[in-house]
């Protein structure tokens, strides 16, 4: 992996703003920072496109009493089969369950099959996080 | 206003990637965007501080049909007419009117004020964003 | 405008949660609280949709002395006329101005368009907000 | 979990295209996909509130050749025993990882450990959501 090095032009003010907010939030050089912010800015663009690959990270909290749920959860990973990597159980009170479950494939597929399974009874709450590979 | 040139060092893949983006988008330099995307950071980290002075421009969508609706929403902004600076009415269907209003005052207290706002009978879709001053 | 009355099923508890958020952002009743989340919803999926009508309400904050600034802002209005509706202008503080320029079209043109609005030098911070019609 | 049944009145036109929009998601009734928009709006406003207890999913991708990474990120984790529940980790390409890792805490709490795992170099993309418990 080649590295450039290239020069910006800031205003002091600004800069030194940046510089607080950073290091507050434990960056130790601006380079690293500012590669953050720009990788940041590219991923959220590049998801926009519903044919890029990427990985979905979606997050379920439900019900684990709910009828006929964790099996239809589970009927849903293993009919995309090849779009499922892995998944993590995390118990989060008596009858509520949370459940990351980490999809491959193209945008618009996995966030197909993201919106399935968030609209599952039982579901309570869910997020869909897409990053493009 | 003193400007200053820092030095960021950045991998090649990366960089080439973003001044595609950039120049897609109309970006001259590389400083200018990334200028940007420091403030834009910054900028989102401000406004979850409920205390800092700030600009809204509260977009509303309603019916003007929608019985003493106009009426409340001038009242509401004559009655916080220190906060209020300026709106803009748009005519966007037959029924329809887009208004655009520009509030400026600490964020507590401009987000109540356009909640207030968007929870009005008639206001069909609402939108408000926050720029830290 | 016809409108129907559903039936919908809701835990108590949720139910007693959100009736006091409703209320503390000043909604009179239920109805119109789960029309406008229904509106959202919707709207913030139409809105992914490059060819969908929309409105985009830019906001800019720039330096009015940022050289020939103003000169290309009025430019781009104007070789779009067709698609710029309106626009409001806010003198912030002693430098620095705020202008939210409304803009009807396609999604994806008139994101083209505010794009090249935020990326012109002397933009310090800018917003792009689209409500399909 | 008593459960009670509200009316709402809703434009047949909305309804319309609501209905049409949740059976391509996968919902099979709109009771369920009405309380999750609640569950959702409910859930974001909560998590403004920093002492507010809540589960976070960091999501990482990162280079695992970076010099001492991995060890900062288990370091990091270790040094906040109680608030870490839990970790994935998934192979992305040849020098690619992601890790999901799941702590619980109150939202200033969590998010402070976030932003520390975020800004460690060799950290290429993070994305931090919180869901309130």
Same mark, same amino acid.
């Not at 450039?4 to 950073?22: C, H, P």
């Not at 690293?32 to 990788?39: K, M, P, Q, V």
């Not at 590219?42 to 044919?51: S, Y």
């Not at 159980?89 to 399974?117: P, Y």
């Given at each position: 992996?080649?590295?450039?090095?290239?020069?910006?032009?800031?205003?002091?003010? !600004?800069?030194? %703003?940046?510089?607080?907010?950073?290091?507050?939030?434990?960056? =130790?050089?601006? *380079?690293?920072?500012?590669?953050? @912010?720009?990788?940041?800015?590219?991923?959220?663009?590049?998801?926009?496109?519903?044919?890029?690959?990427?990985?979905?990270?979606?997050?379920?909290?439900?019900?684990?009493?709910?009828?006929? !749920?964790?099996? %239809?959860?589970?009927?849903?990973?293993?009919?995309?089969?090849? =779009?499922?990597? *892995?998944?993590?159980?995390?118990? @989060?009170?008596?009858?509520?369950?949370?459940?990351?479950?980490?999809?491959?494939?193209?945008?618009?597929?996995?966030?197909?099959?993201?919106?399935?399974?968030?609209?599952?009874?039982?579901?309570?709450?869910?997020?869909?996080?897409?990053?493009?590979?």
């Amino acid at each position: 992996m080649k590295t450039e090095r290239i020069g910006v032009s800031i205003e002091n003010s !600004l800069l030194k %703003q940046f510089d607080k907010s950073i290091s507050y939030r434990g960056y =130790k050089n601006r *380079s690293e920072a500012i590669r953050d @912010l720009i990788r940041e800015d590219l991923c959220g663009r590049q998801i926009t496109n519903p044919k890029v690959q990427a990985i979905a990270t979606v997050i379920l909290v439900y019900d684990h009493h709910a009828t006929k !749920l964790m099996q %239809q959860l589970t009927a849903l990973q293993h009919s995309h089969l090849l =779009k499922t990597i *892995s998944s993590i159980h995390i118990h @989060l009170a008596k009858h509520e369950c949370m459940e990351v479950v980490v999809l491959r494939g193209r945008v618009a597929e996995i966030n197909n099959i993201a919106e399935k399974m968030l609209s599952l009874k039982g579901v309570k709450l869910g997020r869909i996080n897409l990053i493009p590979v």
